[in-house]
């Protein structure tokens, strides 16, 4: 069984009420504190983009500090980040432009992390070096076990127009692949700030929550976002038939 807790958009670096960035720093913070002081174990913490609010290689180094944890942490960038500044502080790599994606294997199962974003834009897309990028790790390698395929942006309507005009398009490519590979068990994602579960090519799509706000729903009228609800989380739990359940926690401010 695999227990991976999923977060997104800590926006690190972003200003509120012309704070410096201290909110959500202590936002970002108190969820990591939480899962750092869980008494039982956790196989990894996935932060699915935006972990930075300019891209700038300050707010990551400030990521690096908060992220640091007893757990592995498996990241993607989100529409707010940027590749070069996150490869050099983050990765310890040569800054370059091109999608960030990485193969993480863990204990029964492999998790990708794809690069959804399009520098310069809100709304992302899987581009052709992604798609086969992915196609080929989910062909080779330990096929016998899942995989779980994370990225930033859902590529489905999630019925918030704020929401759905920056969603992940040109998906049909992406539903090409996934078809090929039915060792995938779910698709992973953020972006939204807001908690969700959906369907995309006949697999779950399961939305992180947001850390650093919530996107409330037309319903819940307002001003379309609250900076008031605690940070959320969730835990999805991958069993040994491959069936993934999901449980969504808030975080008190402390």
Wanted: glycine share 10%; aromatic share 4%; net charge negative.
């Amino acid at each position: 069984m695999l227990t991976i807790a999923h977060l997104s958009d800590i926006h690190l670096g972003q200003e509120h009420r012309r704070d410096g960035g201290r909110r959500a720093r202590r936002r970002a913070g108190q969820v990591m504190a939480y899962l750092n002081a869980l008494p039982g174990p956790l196989d990894a913490v996935l932060v699915t983009g935006d972990l930075a609010d300019h891209g700038l290689p300050g707010e990551y180094e400030q990521v690096a500090k908060v992220l640091a944890s007893r757990h592995p942490v498996l990241t993607c960038p989100g529409n707010h980040d940027r590749r070069a500044p996150y490869r050099e502080v983050l990765l310890g790599e040569v800054p370059g432009e091109g999608p960030i994606n990485r193969l993480h294997q863990l204990p029964g199962a492999d998790v990708l992390m794809l690069d959804s974003s399009i520098p310069g834009r809100d709304d992302g897309r899987l581009d052709e070096e992604t798609l086969d990028w992915l196609d080929a790790r989910l062909a080779g390698g330990r096929t016998d076990l899942p995989a779980l395929v994370a990225f930033h942006h859902p590529p489905v309507e999630l019925h918030i127009p704020t929401v759905d005009r920056v969603r992940q398009f040109g998906e049909a490519g992406l539903a090409r692949v996934l078809r090929r590979h039915p060792r995938v068990a779910a698709l992973l994602c953020g972006h939204s700030h807001t908690g969700a579960a959906t369907t995309f090519a006949g697999l779950p799509v399961l939305v992180a929550p947001g850390v650093v706000s919530t996107v409330t729903l037309p319903c819940e009228g307002g001003r379309g976002i609250s900076f008031d609800q605690p940070p959320m989380l969730a835990f999805h739990v991958l069993d040994g038939d491959r069936r993934l359940t999901t449980h969504y926690r808030a975080v008190p401010e402390s």
